[in-house]
Structures are given as C-alpha cells and as structure tokens.
C-alpha cells in the first residue's frame, strides 16, 4: 500500500481509469413479485409536497444516467426519522403509507423527479481505483423546503451503469447502519447526510451469506464528491470539471465570489469545512472506517456510513473497518487521510486553479485548521474557558496517554469527567473507575485541577457546558446489533427506541441508563466489514 500521506501533487498517479461502463440494465428486476403497493406507481398526488426539482441533471447527460430505480418486492417499513422528515416538509407519519412507502421502495416516482445515477470516480484504500459511480443508489430529484434544497436518494435501489460486479442492492443491516448513524451524528452537531428512512423486502441478497435488501433514502444538498472531480481530471477533461465545478459554486459554495479566483476558493473552502469535519469525528471518537475519496463529500458532510464505528475503549491505532488490514483508516490517521484525500481533489483541480504552487497554497491551512478546530473542541470537552493551548501539552498528552494504557471507554470517559467537583477528589469514583491504573488517573486528575482553577468558576457552570458538547449516547456497534436482530424478526421497536435515545444524545435520560453501557461480552467479537 502506498503512504497514506504520499502528495499525489508531487507524483501525479498514472491514469488507469479505463473501465468501460457496463451495458445500461435499465430494466433489470429483482425477478421477485411486486407488492400490492407498486401498483399505486404514477399517483402523482400521494406525495404533495414533494414536487421535486433538478438541478444536477441539468449537466450535461455524462455527469450521470437517467433511469428508474429497480422495484423492491414486498416493502415494508423498517424505520423513519421525524427530523429528517420535517426537513422536507413531510409528516412522518405519511410514511405508513402504502402509496408513500411506494415511492420510497423505488416502486413509484415523484412529480418532476428525474431520476439518475451520477458518475465519478475515485482512490480505494491510496490506490487510484478508476471509475467508480453510484452503483446502487438512485437520487430521485431535489425536494425544495423554505430555504433549503435537499436531494433525495434511494440507496439500494437496483443496478446502475456503475454497478460493476454489485447487485445494486443493500442489505438491512447495512441500511440500518446507516439510517441510525446518520440521524446520531445530526443530533451531535457533526455534518452529514441525513436519513429518512429504511424500507425492507423479503427479496434475498447474497452477501457472505443470504440476507435481505432494504432501501435507505438519503437526503443532503448534493451528494458530489471528492471523486466526481477526481473523474473528469483522469480524463482530462477541463471543461467538464469546470461545468462540475460552477454547479457546485452556484448551488452550495454562494459565499465564493464568481471571479477567476473562484475554484481555488472551492478547494479552500473544502479543506476547512473538512478539517473541521474530521476535527468533530476525532472528538467524539467517530472513525469512518472507508475515507476513500469517492466518499467525501464536496460539502463537507460525513458520508456513506458503511464499516464506521464510535470507539468504546480508547485505542489510537483503533480499526473500525475489519477489511481494512493495514489499519489506513485507524482513528489517529483520520486527520492525515483527509488532507491526503484533499490533495487527491487539489491535484484534480489544477486545471482549474491554474498552477500547482496555488493549488498547494489552498491546501496548506488544512493542518493549522483541523489544530484550531481540535483545540476548541478539547477546551470544550474538558470545561475550559478557552481552547487548548501549547501550555496544556502536558494535560493534553497526558490524558490521550492515561486513556490509551487504560483503554479507557471514550464516551463514558468524557461523560463522567462532566460530573468532577473541583473541590471533591473523593467523589470521583465512577470516573476513576474507568482505569486500570487509579493511581496514575489521579495523578492526572490532579493536572485537571489545578488547570480548572486557573480558569475559576463553579462546579455547575462548567458541567452544564460540557454536558453539552461530551454525549452520554452515540451509536455503539452492539447498540446496532441488538436493533438488527429485532428488525431481522420483523419486530422494529427496538430501532425505534435506539433511535429516540440517540436523537438527544446530550440529555442524561436516566431512565435510558442502559443505552449509554460499554459493549457486553457478547458483543466482543463484533466486525463490521465493507460488506454491504
Ligand atoms: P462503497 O465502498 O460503499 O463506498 O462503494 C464503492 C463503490 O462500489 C461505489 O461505486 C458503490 O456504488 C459501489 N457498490 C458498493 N456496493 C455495491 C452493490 N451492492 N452494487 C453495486 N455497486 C456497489
Ligand atoms: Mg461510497
């Protein structure tokens, strides 16, 4: 594997993109029967409110392929968020809906819609994998609600052009994966693309062994990425790159002045909405698990949950993804990966920019960014009154070295730390519990101390605001799994109950106690993989 943080400016990769694209299933089917439910397709008054919009498919036809998602057999609902339901103005409860869920499963279009599959491409794991593409997901039109526009996207909606050797499905408990994380890092405050909902068939799906698909609609802006860049630069195509480009500016970046200097303040303004993004992930202990570039959103949101995990006991080397053996994606190399994958979309952007030395010039904030946005959220984390500074190295490094020799769990960690009183080592018990090692936690306790009283104040203040900022409930896998299996048994009460947790994941909830626990022993021997 190559350096993770090689400078793709400094080597420009050859181009091996020559995947031709596959022949165009615009009829594949599933083979399985339709429900009751496909046969209200074309009732264009189920969904009122979502007369949808297009404006990526203004692009030229080879930005993306114009078809229909392939019918689900049998749908049925899995799970819906009121959150993201209200962003586009939809009472969630329409979602029970035959006719509504219908245009959910990709059995029945929306007014206006233009269905489609975008193009791009992208680097898998450093090495450059050609063209890639939406393979199984199908955006369906832009929904306008107030001020906003989101695009509405079917994931596992059937074959594509981009398909390659997929199915064009996903399975449930990859939907559910994502459908669940999705709407937690929304309630943490942390970019990303949102989820409506999960809707499951009994159409099998072979994976490692036979399970079921299920459709999970996204919502976001725009779902480009890094890669659709990284596609038209491999094939050496300005103009297309600049129309990508344009498209971006006009509908999402409208801060960015519309002179000559625009695409170099696109890639500016990427690399600090991404520092910052990544900067969030590393607070809250979020790891990925697949930061390749054609999963980076242009927009700065965390996007396409697949083998993603909330670390429990900290680990700096700690591997989310069980397919990833060289450990690229590990939790401490999430930082050096983005502004790799940042390079990989600068190098794509020369063209446009105009020169290396700019294009190097629009990157080389990344670093003193992602610093900033770290120390605000360490300064927050921990109660103080400003960001970290140099002068707190030692309690810093002396933390991330206490949690690492403890493997101390990282959301309870900082949970607990809320409760400290200044005044009352004695009453630390259930923090100091987290170690190990006690003696060596108060020891760093005492650094803890003595750097709050440099800021003053009282107990109750401080622990209001970081109650605000370290959750007491992320996702954890087994959390996931528990909601899979019950949904694996048609019985989806449990997902909805994770669900409401996670939606106020700040909120001490006491009588939800259970769901802020470390993973049980069963859940030891949990992996989550790329399979999906
Ligand atoms: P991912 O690792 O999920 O980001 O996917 C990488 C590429 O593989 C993207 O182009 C996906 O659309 C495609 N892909 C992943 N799974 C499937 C599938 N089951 N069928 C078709 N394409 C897929
Ligand atoms: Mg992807």
Not at 388 to 396: F, H, I, K, Y
Request: with cysteine; glycine share 8%.
């Amino acid at each position: 594997m190559s350096d993770p943080v090689a400078d793709p400016l400094a080597d420009p990769s050859a181009d091996s993109c020559a995947d031709p694209l596959a022949p165009c299933p615009e009829s594949a089917s599933s083979g399985a029967t339709l429900g009751a439910t496909a046969l209200v397709g074309g009732d264009q008054g189920a969904v009122p409110a979502l007369a949808l919009e297009n404006s990526f498919t203004r692009l030229p036809g080879e930005f993306y392929t114009r078809l229909l998602p392939t019918p689900l057999a049998d749908p049925y609902l899995v799970g819906a968020s009121a959150m993201a339901a209200r962003l586009i103005g939809l009472d969630v409860e329409t979602l029970a809906q035959p006719q509504v869920l219908a245009v959910f499963a990709g059995n029945a279009p929306l007014p206006g819609g233009e269905p489609h599959a975008a193009v791009y491409s992208g680097h898998q794991f450093g090495v450059w994998a050609g063209q890639l593409g939406d393979g199984r997901a199908i955006t369906l039109g832009e929904a306008r609600h107030e001020a906003d526009r989101w695009e509405i996207q079917l994931k596992g909606a059937g074959l594509t052009p981009y398909s390659r050797m997929g199915d064009g499905r996903a399975v449930l408990r990859s939907s559910i994966r994502e459908f669940l994380c999705s709407e937690a890092m929304a309630a943490l405050g942390v970019p990303t693309t949102r989820a409506l909902c999960v809707i499951g068939s009994p159409a099998p799906v072979v994976r490692e062994t036979v399970e079921t698909a299920a459709v999970v609609t996204r919502l976001a802006p725009s779902f480009v990425r890094f890669g659709s860049f990284e596609h038209w630069y491999h094939r050496d195509r300005p103009e297309a790159l600049a129309l990508l480009a344009d498209h971006v500016i006009a509908g999402h970046y409208p801060e960015i002045d519309r002179g000559p200097g625009r695409y170099r303040a696109l890639l500016e303004a990427v690399v600090l909405r991404t520092a910052r993004l990544v900067a969030h992930w590393q607070a809250l202990g979020f790891c990925h698990g697949v930061m390749n570039t054609d999963n980076m959103s242009i927009l700065g949101l965390t996007l396409d949950y697949g083998p993603f995990g909330f670390m429990e006991a900290f680990d700096a080397g700690h591997i989310c993804n069980h397919s990833d053996d060289a450990g690229r994606y590990a939790y401490a190399r999430q930082p050096q990966v983005a502004h790799w994958n940042l390079y990989a979309l600068g190098q794509a952007l020369v063209p446009l920019i105009g020169s290396v030395e700019e294009t190097r010039a629009a990157l080389e904030p990344f670093e003193g960014a992602f610093e900033a946005a770290m120390a605000e959220h360490l300064g927050r984390k921990l109660g103080l009154a400003a960001p970290t500074g140099p002068g707190d190295a030692p309690l810093v490094d002396g933390l991330f070295a206490l949690l690492q020799q403890n493997h101390a769990d990282f959301t309870l960690f900082f949970r607990r730390l809320c409760d400290l009183k200044q005044a009352d080592p004695k009453a630390d018990g259930p923090l100091r519990d987290l170690f190990l090692e006690p003696a060596a936690f108060d020891a760093w306790a005492a650094l803890y101390r003595a750097r709050l009283a440099q800021d003053g104040g009282e107990d109750a203040g401080r622990q209001a605001r970081m109650r605000a900022v370290n959750p007491r409930y992320v996702l954890r896998n087994y959390l996931a799994e528990v909601a899979i299996q019950h949904a694996r048994n048609q019985d989806f009460s449990e997902l909805a109950k994770l669900q409401k947790v996670l939606e106020r994941p700040y909120d001490e909830q006491p009588e939800n106690a259970a769901y802020a626990a470390p993973a049980p022993e069963w859940a030891a021997g949990l992996e989550v993989s790329c399979s999906s």
